[in-house]
């Protein structure tokens, strides 16, 4: 498979499900060509609502429809969506609507457009609902499963998805389950558990790393909400060691979520990857180098983790 | 005939809504006591539901945009036979389904969670073009508050409203009703944030709007009727009402927005809502068993 991004591996994994479940319906505020929504809607365009550029009263349709038996997928930029965090919080998570709310262009690897246009703080927000789970797909393989499984999850449920291509990474047997996360290298120094569009390069990382004589673990989090605390436990046990790897804001995001389970249960020693300041205009490769995502700045952090 | 037995229903529900609110201690009596006769009107006058199946998937919706005046949705729910009387005086309480805003999860009948001003009415949108998609006979009935319409997003979902599911699924099966009552939390609506001209606003937005008098069951039927044989579009009502109608103390003061009465002050309202004189009390009391016995419970309440 070549690098796709994850909202066009969505696009096209909707317009396959759609065409054997009716239920599913789309709606998007004036960015369905971003979102990747629109092959769905030329498709299918009596199950396709464009709101215009209002948010939150697409979120509030969508909870409508869910309540009369559709499988909405509410799209937008991840900020603009999750910035109605009111409208989600009331009408679809206290509702207990069935609405999959969909954000997309996540993270600094946007781009040129700037700060304003990333999601950098959407996995905070959504995290503090009681009853949304949180999926962030790697790869096309991923996304395509990760689609599927939203469309059959009764419930609402919080999709982030990549602007940016990615790399395939998962094993070609691969099966997405929510709240369980993938293996991709085993390692026995360290643990990198990576999400969406920084798991390429934290098993690049682990290349680099073992040239350095560091042994690496690095764990595709796809389900960010629930975690997969089986493997993190496990894995935190036998490593010693976690760094967590994550275009969003450190606060609140995989990093957040990660050190409130092993500080509970687990106390390991911890190093989040992530953002702490807003992000800004330029080349991907160039932002992704100036907050350490890249193969090279995941793998600086860890060595001085590791005391190297 | 129909408006009598509409008027002694309402009637009832303010009885039971001064009631339950005294009992919980907290609460909005102004907003419920202006929205009862439409929720009574559009509950005991057509709307197609079944108590006992609250799931039933044709049946009409009611959302209660103003989530704050849900006392007078569950006197109206339990006057139609979702619940038990006696549940009402779980209002607020812990563990009770009966919470402070509507909650559809704790609540069978309740269809959408509000109380965060200005979402409900893109939840009814949402319910209508579903049902119509759905092929459903279902119609949705949302009532919006009238301070609540300062809320952004009820423009936004008053402009897509009139083209939404065109040209084959219009949700011309959407009735949203404003309760006018010219009061919000801390004032006058006026003095707050004037929501004039209300009338032209939507429809300039594309609504056929109708103004009624929204104590008048005759009127609300009348307007009801009107707006179900509006096609293509959903319809405005613009119901102008009294907050806090029927208890003279309550009636266009906006301290009574979200304050429980006192016991005393509830038997007061109740006699007035009876239409009792203060001399002619203790007499009605005697042949009144129902009432004397809520008023002693209130008597007792007071005592605590």
């Known amino acids: ?43 299918f365009p009596q199950r396709a609502f464009n709101l215009g550029i209002a948010e939150a009263n ?39 609507a069935n609405v999959k709310i969909v954000g997309t262009h996540v993270g600094v690897a946007i781009g040129e457009d700037g700060y304003s246009q990333m999601g950098l703080e959407d996995i905070a927000c959504m995290r503090a609902l009681p009853n949304v789970p949180i999926v962030q797909p790697a790869d096309e393989l991923e996304t395509k499963q990760a689609v599927a499984y939203a469309a059959e999850h009764v419930g609402p449920l919080y999709l982030r998805l990549t602007r940016q291509n990615l790399e395939p990474v998962s094993p070609a047997d691969y099966r997405f389950r929510l709240g369980r996360w993938c293996l991709l290298r085993a390692g026995t120094d360290v643990t990198l558990i990576a999400t969406g569009g920084t798991v390429f390069n934290a098993l690049r990382a682990a290349e680099q790393l073992e040239r350095e004589a560091i042994s690496a673990e690095v764990i595709n989090a796809s389900s960010i909400k629930p975690l997969d605390e089986e493997m993190l436990g496990r894995s935190a046990a036998k490593t010693g060691r976690v760094v967590t790897v994550e275009d969003h804001s450190i606060a609140g995001g995989l990093g957040g979520a990660v050190a409130e389970w092993l500080s509970e249960v687990h106390p390991t020693p911890l190093k989040r990857i992530g953002t702490t300041v807003f992000g800004e205009s330029g080349d991907p490769r160039g932002l992704y180098a100036k907050f350490g995502f890249d193969p090279a700045g995941i793998a600086r952090t860890v060595a001085k983790f590791m005391g190297r | 005939m129909a408006d009598a037995r509409l008027e002694a229903i309402a009637r009832a529900c303010r009885v039971r809504i001064i009631r339950m609110l005294t009992h919980a201690g907290s609460g909005h009596p102004g907003g419920s006591l202006s929205v009862i006769d439409l929720l009574v009107a559009i509950m005991f006058g057509r709307l197609r539901h079944d108590p006992s199946r609250p799931d039933w998937p044709e049946r009409d919706r009611i959302v209660l945009s103003k989530g704050h005046a849900v006392p007078a949705l569950y006197c109206a729910m339990a006057a139609a036979g979702y619940f038990s009387e006696d ?14 805003h509507p909650d559809r999860v704790a ?37 919006l508050g009238d301070g609540e319409i300062q809320e952004g997003q009820v423009w936004e979902a008053a402009m897509s409203a009139p083209k939404l599911g065109q040209p084959d699924h219009p949700v011309e099966n959407l009735t949203v009703i404003v309760d ?76 009574w927005h979200g304050k429980a009465p006192k016991p005393a002050e509830a038997i007061r309202a109740i006699r ?33």
């Open chain 2, 180 to 255: 006018y009552n010219r009061i919000q939390l801390d004032d006058f609506c006026a003095r707050v944030l004037d929501l004039e001209p209300v009338v032209a606003k939507w429809q300039a937005f594309g609504w056929p709007v109708i103004e009624i008098d929204g104590h008048d069951m005759g009127q609300i039927a009348k307007a009801l009727d009107q707006s179900e044989a509006i096609k293509g579009t959903p319809t405005l009502v613009v119901a102008h009402t009294i907050k806090g109608k029927g208890v003279s103390f309550m009636e266009n003061n906006p301290d």
């Open chain 1, 1 to 43: 498979m070549a690098a796709k991004a994850s909202r066009a591996a969505f696009g096209e994994a909707l317009i396959e499900l759609g065409g054997r479940d009716e239920r599913i319906v789309t709606l998007d505020a004036d960015l369905s060509k971003s979102t990747m929504t629109v092959g769905f809607a030329r498709q």
């Open chain 2, 87 to 100: 549940a009402l005086l779980t209002l607020r309480k812990l563990g009770s389904p009966l919470q402070g």
């Open chain 2, 107 to 143: 609540l069978s009948g309740i269809e959408a969670a509000t109380g965060s001003l200005g979402q409900g009415l893109s939840v009814a949108l949402g319910l209508a073009l579903g049902a119509k998609l759905a092929g459903w006979p279902s119609r949705v009935y949302c009532v």
């Open chain 1, 58 to 96: 697409m979120i509030g349709i969508a909870a409508g429809l869910a309540l009369t038996g559709r499988v909405p997928f509410a799209c937008s930029f991840a900020c603009f969506i999750v910035g109605r965090f009111e409208t989600i919080r009331i009408s679809v998570a206290y509702t207990n």
């Open chain 2, 272 to 304: 007035e809502i009876l239409g009792v004189s203060e001399r002619g009390w203790e007499a009605h009391l005697a042949t009144d068993a129902a009432t004397a016995g809520i008023v002693a419970e209130l008597r007792r309440l007071d005592a605590k």
